[in-house]
């Protein structure tokens, strides 16, 4: 029996949310093939990398943490990929809201006031507003590539957060180290369970899935993103302005994954590094893919590619093994997901080597 590919009549509703199961399912099975490759055993590096990290309060907190920045911008990168707006730049967007956040921070370092936080906040937003802004004027204006724009861009705010920490803002008492001050206790984000490092970011993140789903399902806008993601030639004859959806779609990822730096910067790390993030932006693209570009689908995505984080580290730890692992596991994820995706338009088949022949 030789398989094949059958086109289905209509797209399968019910592969759409089978299909990233699936390859999940694959992507657990390529990992074993991976650790027997590697000299380990596959079930204690399995349970290493996602048992173990779960044992403790301390470990679910950190899961947390870890899953916070991804949501929070896999939510809304979910929005702008829904209507054909492709901002993979929100690293370079998480790197500004840092930046920005992180400067508000430094400016009101000896003032004790509740507003610092807000004002970091509102920092951060605008920060990485501001840098989604340059691929929407440049898409809008002279119809750019957003794909490359945005995705350029990430490495300007880079090297910017690297300039800045080695000149102006790096620490007058830190020994020439490449860091800033450690931001004071007003702004830093309060602990929101005891012992661990779980901040109120995490609220913010559940928060921003309660947000996009409301907007997307129940909002005037939210169906114009959906009508020009899914025909824009008929969201075009319907008076929908496909480049007010840009701008929209753009700014809306921009400042929320500004805000995850500015969390990222005020909470697990309190200060400016010349790197704040292990690539929470390029994986957040994976989240909304995963999460099937449905807000809760993202909350649970994220918590999964939170998982492989936090696997990885102990997996490193405990069997010696390299960190890339990690990157390993998400990149697999995603190829067997694109590659499951087949099945909602195509259902396999089976014909005999003798039907062959004789087709």
């Given at each position: 029996?030789?398989?094949?590919?059958?086109?289905?009549?209509?797209?399968?509703?019910?592969?759409?949310?089978?299909?990233?199961?699936?390859?999940?399912?694959?992507?657990?099975l390529?990992?074993?093939?991976?650790?027997s490759?590697?000299?380990?055993?596959?079930?204690?590096?399995?349970?290493?990398?996602?048992?173990?990290?779960?044992?403790?309060?301390?470990?679910?907190?950190?899961?947390?943490?870890?899953?916070?920045?991804?949501?929070?911008?896999?939510?809304?990168?979910?929005?702008?990929?829904?209507?054909?707006?492709?901002?993979?730049?929100?690293?370079?967007?998480?790197?500004?809201?840092?930046?920005?956040?992180?400067?508000?921070?430094?400016?009101?370092?000896?003032?004790?006031?509740?507003?610092?936080?807000?004002?970091?906040?509102?920092?951060?937003?605008?920060?990485?507003?501001?840098?989604?802004?340059?691929?929407?004027?440049?898409?809008?204006?002279?119809?750019?590539?957003?794909?490359?724009?945005s995705?350029?861009?990430?490495?300007v705010?880079?090297l910017?957060?690297?300039?800045?920490?080695?000149?102006?803002?790096?620490?007058?008492?830190?020994?020439?180290?490449?860091?800033?001050?450690?931001?004071?206790?007003?702004?830093?984000?309060?602990?929101?369970?005891?012992?661990?490092?779980?901040?109120?970011g995490?609220?913010?993140?559940?928060?921003?899935?309660?947000?996009?789903?409301?907007?997307?399902?129940?909002?005037?806008?939210?169906?114009?993103?959906?009508?020009?993601?899914?025909?824009?030639?008929?969201?075009?004859?319907?008076?929908?302005?496909?480049?007010?959806?840009?701008?929209?779609?753009?700014?809306?990822?921009?400042?929320?994954?500004?805000?995850?730096?500015?969390?990222?910067?005020?909470?697990?790390?309190?200060?400016?590094?010349?790197?704040?993030?292990p690539?929470?932006?390029?994986?957040?693209?994976?989240?909304?893919?995963?999460?099937?570009?449905?807000p809760?689908?993202?909350?649970?995505?994220?918590?999964?590619?939170?998982?492989?984080?936090l696997?990885?580290?102990?997996a490193?730890?405990?069997?010696?093994?390299p960190?890339?692992?990690t990157?390993?596991?998400?990149?697999?994820?995603?190829?067997?997901?694109?590659?499951?995706?087949?099945?909602?338009?195509?259902?396999?088949?089976?014909?005999?080597?003798?039907?062959?022949?004789?087709?």
């Open positions: 029996m030789i398989p094949y590919l059958e086109k289905r009549a209509g797209h399968s509703q019910t592969m759409v949310y089978i299909s990233p199961f699936i390859a999940l399912g694959l992507t657990l390529g990992g074993i093939m991976l650790f490759l590697l000299g380990k055993s596959p079930a204690q590096a399995m349970h290493a990398f996602f048992v173990a990290p779960l044992t403790s309060l301390y470990g679910w907190a950190e899961l947390g943490v870890k899953a916070s920045p991804l949501v929070l911008i896999g939510v809304a990168l979910s929005i702008g990929f829904r209507a054909g707006v492709w901002n993979i730049g929100a690293e370079g967007q998480l790197t500004l809201g840092a930046i920005c956040g992180g400067c508000v921070a430094l400016w009101l370092y000896r003032v004790d006031s509740v507003f610092v936080l807000p004002l970091m906040m509102i920092g951060g937003i605008l920060g990485g507003m501001f840098w989604a802004s340059i691929p929407a004027f440049l898409k809008t204006r002279f119809n750019a590539n957003e794909i490359l724009t995705l350029m861009l990430t490495y705010a880079l910017l957060l690297s300039l800045l920490v080695h000149g102006p803002l790096r620490d007058p008492d830190g020994f020439n180290f490449p860091e800033s001050r450690i931001f004071h206790d007003t702004a830093s984000l309060p602990i929101i369970l005891d012992g661990t490092r779980l901040h109120l995490a609220v913010f993140a559940l928060i921003a899935v309660g947000g996009i789903w409301l907007l997307l399902s129940k909002s005037l806008i939210g169906f114009q993103v959906k009508v020009i993601g899914q025909a824009p030639a008929a969201g075009r004859h319907a008076g929908f302005s496909v480049n007010r959806i840009i701008w929209f779609t753009l700014l809306l990822g921009g400042g929320l994954a500004g805000l995850a730096g500015m969390f990222e910067v005020s909470g697990p790390i309190g200060q400016l590094l010349p790197s704040i993030s690539g929470y932006g390029f994986t957040a693209i994976i989240v909304a893919f995963v999460g099937r570009l449905h809760v689908g993202s909350l649970f995505a994220g918590l999964l590619i939170a998982l492989s984080y696997g990885g580290e102990n490193q730890i405990t069997l010696n093994l960190i890339a692992v990157g390993v596991f998400q990149g697999m994820l995603l190829f067997f997901l694109l590659a499951c995706d087949v099945l909602i338009r195509y259902r396999i088949r089976f014909k005999s080597v003798s039907g062959l022949r004789h087709g």
